[in-house]
């Protein structure tokens, strides 16, 4: 008997660590949901304290109250992104110095600089650049940059999405770009895997865009990435 009630015992307390794991796990959870700071989906975000004219490297998320219209922001930009049956619009006030964050809204006004463009998406905002993504469906996407600064779209291409987000470290992002190079069995081993799955194959290379110089760069690392 005496048996049974220590098994009992050891049961209730074992049953008990588990519930206050399960509740901290919970809470931790609905904090980082109500936060809604993470890295948009794509673009995983690193060190970004040096880029020059302003350093913002927080960039704050928010949403208006019908969910129609998504904000980011940091100390020196306002970025707002709305979607139409055909458009999606991006918006970018310049915030002065000791400016509040904005309530989250896309209101347009004449100083102001607008995007429009046909499954055009925000992705993230570095300092004083905004990185755009385009493209509907998944693997190879069109990548914009542009400095706010200027307003000028400094950078143009395409990016693997999915497999590996892009990396923001220092005054650079790293990213996988498609190339021209033919996959064969012989530099993309899963060639025939992706054929019988009726997956086309391309050969993707690790690409360095520095955005003090504008310069790209190869980091010489090559991958082979299954597309539809």
């Known amino acids: 008997m005496k048996k049974i009630d220590s098994y009992k015992n050891l049961f209730l ?11 901290l796990v919970k809470l931790n959870q609905r904090r ?37 219209v998504k904000c980011y922001q940091n100390e020196a930009y306002f970025v707002a992104e709305k979607y139409s049956e055909e458009q999606q619009h991006i918006l970018i ?35 004083n650049f905004l990185l755009v993504d385009k493209g509907t469906a998944p693997g190879t ?10 307003r000028a779209k400094v950078y143009s291409g395409y990016y693997g999405s999915g497999e590996t987000p892009i990396e923001v470290v220092d005054n650079s992002i790293m990213f996988w ?7 064969t069995s ?3 081993p899963d060639l025939a895997e992706n054929e019988k799955n ?19 760069t190869s ?9 539809q």
């Open 32 to 68: 980082q949901a109500d936060q809604g700071t993470q890295a948009p989906s794509g673009l995983e975000s690193g060190v970004t304290d040096d880029l020059g004219q302003k350093t913002n490297a927080a960039v704050i998320a928010s949403a208006s109250a019908d969910g129609s």
């Open 93 to 127: 006030k310049n915030k002065t110095a000791n400016d509040p964050n904005h309530p989250c809204s896309y209101l347009a006004e004449a100083a102001d600089f607008e995007i429009k463009d046909a499954a055009t998406f925000y992705l993230n905002l570095v300092n």
């Open 177 to 183: 770009e498609p190339t021209s190079i033919k996959a």
């Open 141 to 150: 996407r069109g990548l914009d940059i542009y400095d706010l600064s200027s």
């Open 13 to 23: 307390i074992v049953f008990f660590v588990f519930l206050i794991i399960f509740t």
């Open 186 to 188: 012989d530099n993309c």
């Open 198 to 216: 009726y997956f086309t194959s391309v050969i993707e290379e690790y690409t360095k865009f520095d955005l003090i110089s504008l310069e790209r």
């Open 219 to 227: 980091l010489n690392e090559f991958r082979c990435a299954a597309r």
